[in-house]
């Protein structure tokens, strides 16, 4: 009984290390470039307008 148990957990434990080993393969290759030149993306960051500082709750804690 004991080593039946084992056994099985052997089995699946090597098989969940094999799934995640293998579900971890990705694309090779380059990184994708940006849709935007550096320039627009630059300016796309200053467009929105910022409120003002507001407290957050845990401000005094810190």
């Known amino acids: 009984m004991v080593n039946s148990l084992k056994r ?9 290390a094999a799934s995640m080993a293998l579900s971890a393969c990705g694309r090779k290759g380059d990184l994708d470039l940006p849709s935007t030149p550096v320039e627009k993306q630059n300016l796309r960051g200053s467009e ?7 407290p957050f709750l845990l401000d005094p804690l810190l």
């Open 8 to 16: 099985t957990t052997l089995t699946l434990s090597l098989l969940l």
């Open 48 to 54: 929105t307008p910022k409120g003002p500082d507001s």
